[in-house]
């Protein structure tokens, strides 16, 4: 398949107990359009790897891997992998995750094939615990669940999307931009906003599995000075002063937070909300 309108991207390292649930769910999809699957694995010391060779074997004209001869890390890792798709389009999730909607890459693509304006679509998810069970009061508050249509302006401040759910443009910038950001999630949605609005689908196409890999707030707490370097850099690019304004204040915030963190200063959260963009 020499262009797929659509290249589904899987990350994985050490899922063996996860994987083929990720992978026939995308097999599973219903579409009328070419698509492809790239998996890159991180060099995993379980059965990840043989479980790939399986199925790439099986589905030849669908299946490309990624195998790394050592471990890179998951930045390495997600760079190689998210640079290698020519298609139009590129759905990203994790090898621990997986998807429960059939028809998930055909909604959103017929959303993003019809509007232009928008670079990314997302949706809601099912949690599951470690042990599991569906989690059905889950708390997401730091999560958007409530704006259909949201632009950079979140993004730079907040957990936008579940990884696990999102398909968007090939349009990132990553090969010049990519900094020591932890949080790649973050870093991608808010190069995707700066391209264009994100749509939120209020369905639950996705399942994502709680507290098997980082935790969200474990990385939303750390690595601060990072995101002061990487919305610097952005704005030596030419955005619109409008951006350009927003990422200062980004990085304003983020400066702010490490070093009141750093210096274990409390009460950031009234030094800081005054540079936040209010949805209200």
Request: hydrophobic fraction near 40%; proline fraction near 2%.
């Amino acid at each position: 398949m020499e262009n797929p309108l659509v290249t589904v991207c899987l990350i994985t390292y050490n899922h063996e107990k996860y994987i083929r649930q990720a992978i026939d769910g995308v097999l599973s999809q219903k579409v009328n359009f070419d698509w492809e699957l790239i998996i890159a694995d991180d060099c995993s010391t379980d059965n990840t790897r043989r479980i790939l060779l399986e199925y790439q074997r099986k589905y030849p004209q669908f299946i490309k891997l990624i195998l790394q001869n050592k471990n890179v890390g998951p930045a390495k890792n997600w760079l190689d992998l998210i640079t290698s798709p020519k298609s139009k389009y590129i759905a990203y999730f994790e090898g621990d995750d997986y998807w429960i909607d059939d028809l998930k890459l055909q909604k959103q693509i017929d959303f993003l094939e019809a509007n232009s304006d928008f670079s990314l679509c997302h949706s809601d998810v099912v949690f599951l615990s470690p042990n599991g069970d569906f989690i059905a009061d889950h708390s997401s508050k730091l999560w958007n669940f409530k704006q259909e249509i949201l632009d950079y302006r979140f993004a730079i401040y907040n957990p936008l999307a579940f990884s696990c759910t999102a398909v968007f443009r090939n349009q990132l910038p990553v090969e010049k931009l990519a900094v020591n950001v932890k949080s790649g999630d973050w870093m991608t949605w808010v190069l995707l906003t700066l391209q264009g609005k994100a749509k939120f689908i209020n369905e639950k196409m996705a399942v994502y599995r709680d507290a098997t890999g980082v935790s969200v707030t474990s990385i939303w707490h750390k690595n601060y000075n990072y995101r002061v370097l990487f919305l610097l850099k952005l704005i030596s690019i030419n955005y619109s002063y409008s951006k350009n304004k927003w990422l200062l204040k980004g990085a304003m915030y983020y400066w702010i937070v490490w070093l009141t963190c750093s210096l274990k200063i409390n009460y950031t959260h009234f030094i800081t909300q005054k540079l936040k963009y209010n949805l209200n």
